[in-house]
């Protein structure tokens, strides 16, 4: 995995990302197979799969995080301007 591909997941929405972690979920799936059936000339590559699955899902926690932190600085605004009122 590139540095520039995790620069680009952290641009993609929750949609997207949750599309692309179903791809390289399938994606390990096919790989780990291909190893066990002894297809796969490259045994790093399932391993590889494993950890691009564990950096997307660590951007989506944080992208989750930073959602509910902002929803709730809003909703916090919201009833400080309510008062001010």
Do not use: C, H
Not at 17 to 36: F, M, P
Not at 50 to 55: F, S, Y
Request: glycine letters at 4%; a positive charge; aromatic letters at 6%.
């Amino acid at each position: 995995m590139k540095k520039s591909q995790k620069v680009e997941w952290r641009t993609f929405s929750l949609k997207k990302l949750s599309d692309e972690l179903k791809k390289l979920k399938k994606e390990a799936i096919d790989a780990s197979l291909e190893k066990k059936i002894g297809k796969l000339a490259n045994v790093v590559y399932p391993r590889q799969k494993r950890k691009e699955i564990a950096t997307l899902l660590t951007i989506i926690s944080e992208k989750r995080f930073f959602q509910k932190v902002s929803k709730e600085k809003a909703e916090k605004e919201g009833e400080k301007d309510g008062k001010d009122k």
